[in-house]
C-alpha cells in the first residue's frame, strides 16, 4: 500500500516561500512518476508540477514556471516542492500525487494515489 503524507503548508505574505514536502511510504520510490497538484477554495482541482522517476525530467504549469521547483530524494522517499515569489492567487490546498505510469504526470487522470493535502495560504 502506497502512502502519501504532505507538510510544510502554512500562511507567509506575498512574496514568501514555503516548502512544501511529500514522504512516501510502501513501494520504492523510484517506481513512480510524482507531481503536485492544488485546489483553490471554489475551484476544481489542478496541476501543478510532475517529475520523472529518477528527477532529470521536470514540467511546470505555466502559473508555476520560474517561481516553484520540484525535487525528489529517492533515497529518503521524499518529493518536494519549493514555492517562491508566492501569490494570493496561490492560496490552496497542495496535493502530493504518484502515478506507475512512465510519463510525466499532466492531469489527474493518471494518478494512481493521492496524499491528504496541505493547506497553504498566502496573505495580501
Known amino acids: 500500500q502506497v502512502q502519501l503524507v504532505e507538510s510544510g503548508g502554512g500562511l507567509v505574505q506575498t512574496g514568501g516561500s514555503l516548502r512544501l514536502s511529500c514522504a512516501k511510504s510502501g513501494r520504492t520510490l523510484s517506481n513512480y512518476v510524482m507531481g503536485w497538484f492544488r485546489q483553490a477554495p471554489g475551484k476544481e482541482r489542478e496541476f501543478v508540477a510532475t517529475?520523472?522517476?529518477?528527477?532529470?525530467?521536470?514540467y511546470y504549469a505555466e502559473s508555476a514556471k520560474g517561481r516553484f521547483t520540484i525535487s525528489r530524494d529517492n533515497a529518503k522517499n521524499m518529493v518536494y516542492l519549493q514555492m517562491n515569489s508566492l501569490k494570493p492567487e496561490d492560496t490552496a490546498v497542495y496535493y502530493c500525487a504518484a502515478t506507475r505510469s512512465p510519463f510525466l504526470i499532466r492531469t489527474g487522470n493518471v494518478v494512481d494515489y493521492w496524499g491528504k493535502g496541505t493547506l497553504v495560504t498566502v496573505s495580501s
Open positions: 517529475i520523472d522517476q529518477s528527477g532529470g525530467r521536470t
